[in-house]
């Protein structure tokens, strides 16, 4: 099931989806499915996969853009 979130800060190489105040999932610029690269503020759509190490943020797997950006972050 994919789930949806917003692009919270990202990097050079990756960077973090916000989901609640609370969730948020880790990605690597190797699972974003776009020509442009990703925006802080940036509506995303993903997969869940578990985290990469104990203790880590879950990772977003085939992270696609769906929208505009949100306001207020």
């Known amino acids: 099931m994919r789930k949806e979130g917003t692009v919270r800060e990202f990097r050079e190489s990756f960077g973090f989806i916000k989901i609640t105040y609370k969730q948020q999932y880790f990605f690597h610029v190797s699972q974003w ?6 925006e802080v ?8 996969a578990p985290p990469r190490k104990p203790g880590a943020y879950p990772c977003a797997v085939n992270v696609q853009p769906i929208g505009g950006q949100e306001g207020g972050l």
Request: hydrophobic fraction near 30%; glycine fraction near 8%; proline fraction near 7%.
């Open 41 to 48: 503020g940036q509506r995303v759509s993903f997969e869940e």
């Open 33 to 38: 499915d776009s020509v442009d690269l990703p």
